[in-house]
């Protein structure tokens, strides 16, 4: 059978793993890659272990097609070349501007494509660009390390405020910081560097700071904050309007001064939503702080405020879907950048959805379970069948616009009804159980007595 038949059989019974595998050539080519760690290394070397190959490896882990970074070794160490050691050692090593230049830089070749696809959903906002953040501190790992062996602690390696495009579903920006105790705040100056004209920031109250508000303003572009009780210095002014209701509460504003540390004053507008049921954290109404024009209303900024937790389902579906945080990645600048791979991986899930968008309508709302889970399941039989030089020559040069053309073909007969998400229903509360003197049951006993009753009952 030849290489072509082969991929025609892979294309019919496995359309999303080829889309994934042509992605992740063209996004992750060895050239573009190590051009990436060129930029923004400043210590480590490629010497005999490359970047690229380093970042294959992780990307087969945090996809699951591989269970460990050892494994993933195993699976080439002859073509490889050095000890797993030295794998290990090139992971512990990479500096944060590396694993934020991977994300940033794969994450703009991916914005292109997708717009070539005219996969891209619905502005939130028609002639800004929204960007919502919000940070991730990854969870404790193994207490593999030395000095961390005969501590009875939970090592944290860090955590990382993450920017997410939600037009197109991308994580655009993430900035790593290795300190697991230190908050998001300590990212915010780093952050603000990259605020740019016509932008719209969306963040909770963690990002609500003077130098920060009044820095997006000095830009002169906007956000959408959650006011944090304790860390501006302001003062109400004028009259409380109420203006309408959302979904979840009833909403009002008024305008605020805030100061800077010299006492000068700006005025913004303070959204007021009374929630019709309390926050997790029992808040009866929430503040957000905006400085857009009055022809955004303060209805639409309370809902653009809404569209914040997009950023927390990406985590969500994250750790759900794929091995961002692997705690057997101790050192902290190895487990962010496994964590920074995830973004990455997560953003290649987002172009062939922006493909399926674009060829199937907006019904085309497919499910990253089942997305990754045909990418798990099919990966490394694929690699198996069909050798890298294929893909090399087929996609790695391609452009933006060729990638995306291509995209839509594989999409075209895909069988939309095996990756569609299913309806989200609240789910009955369990009854709680103690393992204090909790017999057995029979489960045939149990559904024989139920068939009766309903017997009876007709």
């Keep these: 059978m030849s290489v072509k038949q082969i991929i025609d059989r892979f ?36 010497g005999e272990l490359m970047f690229s190959t380093v970042a294959g490896m992780m990307a087969a882990v945090v996809c699951r097609i591989q269970p460990s970074i050892n494994a993933a070794y195993r699976e080439d160490a002859e073509e490889i070349g050095v000890t797993v050691k030295a794998v290990y050692d090139k992971l512990r090593g990479i500096e944060l501007d590396v694993s934020r230049g991977m994300v940033r830089e794969t994450a703009s070749h991916m914005a292109t494509i997708i717009d070539k696809t005219q996969g891209g959903m619905a502005p939130l906002l028609p002639g800004y660009r929204v960007k919502i953040v919000d940070g991730n501190h990854l969870r404790r790992t193994d207490r593999r390390i030395k000095e961390l062996r005969e501590m009875n602690a939970a090592p944290l390696p860090g955590h990382a405020a993450v920017v997410l495009d939600p037009e197109r579903m991308l994580a655009i920006d993430a ?26 920031w969306i963040a909770d109250r963690n990002f609500c700071t003077t130098d920060y508000l009044l820095g997006i303003v000095a830009r002169r572009t906007y956000f ?16 409380k309007k109420r203006i309408g209701r959302i979904e979840t509460g009833t909403v009002y504003e008024q305008p605020l001064e805030i100061f800077d540390p010299d006492g000068k004053s700006r005025t913004i507008r303070r959204i007021t939503v009374q929630l019709h049921q309390p926050t997790r954290d029992g808040d009866d109404e929430i503040h957000v702080l905006t400085n857009l024009p009055k022809k955004i209303t303060a209805l639409k900024i309370a809902e653009l405020y809404r569209d914040r937790w997009t950023l927390e389902t990406v985590f969500q579906e994250m750790a759900e879907n794929l091995q961002g945080e692997i705690n057997t990645l101790g050192y902290p600048k190895a487990a962010l950048f496994g964590f920074c ?23 085309a709302d497919a499910s990253t379970y089942y997305l990754a889970d045909e990418v798990a399941g099919t990966y490394r039989g694929m690699m198996i069948a069909v050798p890298d030089s294929y893909w090399t020559k087929h996609y790695a040069d391609l452009s933006a616009t060729s990638m995306a053309r291509h995209l839509r073909e594989l999409a075209k007969p895909i069988n939309l009804s095996r990756y569609r998400k299913n309806p989200w229903k609240p789910k009955k509360p369990k009854a709680k159980m103690t393992k204090y003197r909790r017999p057995h049951v029979s489960t045939a006993k149990l559904l024989k007595q139920r068939n009766q009753q309903t017997t009876e009952n007709h």
């Design 224 to 239: 959408v904050i959650r006011q944090h009780g304790s860390s501006l210095r302001c003062k109400l002014v004028g009259r």
């Design 175 to 200: 900035i790593p910081c290795e300190d697991g105790h230190a908050g998001e705040r300590t990212l915010l100056p780093a952050l603000l560097e990259t605020v740019a004209r016509r932008d719209v």
């Design 11 to 46: 294309e019919k019974k496995s359309p999303v793993c080829v889309m994934v595998r042509a992605a992740l050539e063209n996004v992750f080519s060895a050239d573009r890659l190590e051009a990436v760690f060129d930029r923004h290394a400043r210590r480590q070397c490629s």
């Design 341 to 363: 791979m995830a973004l990455v991986s997560f953003n290649i899930l987002s172009v062939v959805k922006a493909a399926l968008r674009a060829v199937h309508g907006d019904q």
